[in-house]
């Protein structure tokens, strides 16, 4: 079965350093997802990208955090002047079409200290 | 910002069907309601979505009212494996998919 494959699974970094979490949807897939789960909470929508471009984005999805579909495959979130409040579970996904399943990856662990 | 309420946690023995409600009082014509849960801290894996008609599976059935304010998640032989947050989501067509708090299912020996 397709899956939708995030790197690394573990990330600990420097407050204050830059991240990126890296995503590989499923390869026909169109819409992709970024969400970020903080330990005991729900998991929150930060963005959704359609056509090389967001198309919506939550309240938290500041200028802290960008989206980029570098090569056509690759789906990569990344987080500038990372702050301790940025620890979290980050996941990806991705769906083929409207109205159709989202398909999440495995997450990324974040850890900033 | 979640368009949908759900029991923050529900109980059921090992091998009953487990039914898991949602309300979604504010729904609109072109909106789905999906249903996905989380095992653990794993990524949400998807279970069923509707329109309005009742849709079933491989792993459960969706009962939506007729007037789609309301629905039902049915696990009909539920498993130790099937503890997990059951997650209610409406979605119309627009790409902003937002979780709730969920319902802590914990099915029981």
């Known amino acids: 079965e397709p899956e939708v494959t995030q790197t690394p699974s573990h990330q600990v970094t420097q407050m204050g350093q830059e991240v990126i979490l890296r995503c590989v949807p499923i390869s026909n897939h169109l819409y992709f997802y970024w969400y970020r789960q903080i330990l005991g909470q729900k998991v929150e929508f930060l963005v959704s990208f359609y056509n090389n471009e967001i198309s919506e984005k939550s309240e938290i999805f500041d200028d802290q955090f960008s989206v980029e579909r570098p090569d056509g495959s690759n789906f990569t979130l990344k987080i500038r002047s990372t702050k301790l409040e940025d620890s979290a579970m980050y996941f990806c996904?991705?769906?083929?079409?409207?109205?159709?399943?989202?398909?999440f990856g495995q997450g990324t662990r974040l850890t900033v200290v | 910002d979640a368009k949908t309420t759900q029991p923050t946690s529900m109980d059921c023995a090992e091998g009953r069907a487990a039914n898991l409600p949602c309300n979604h009082s504010?729904?609109?014509?072109?909106?789905?309601v999906y249903w996905y849960r989380q095992i653990h801290s794993q990524g949400p894996q998807y279970i069923i979505h509707g329109l309005k008609n009742n849709e079933t599976n491989e792993m459960a059935s969706l009962i939506i009212t007729e007037d789609r304010k309301s629905s039902t998640l049915i696990l009909p032989h539920a498993t130790l494996r099937d503890t997990a947050v059951y997650y209610c989501?409406?979605?119309?067509?627009?790409?902003?998919?937002?979780f709730g708090a969920g319902t802590r299912l914990t099915v029981k020996p």
């Open positions: 996904a991705s769906i083929v079409g409207e109205n159709t399943e989202a398909f």
């Open positions: 504010t729904i609109s014509g072109n909106e789905y």
């Open positions: 989501i409406v979605k119309g067509n627009n790409n902003d998919m937002r």
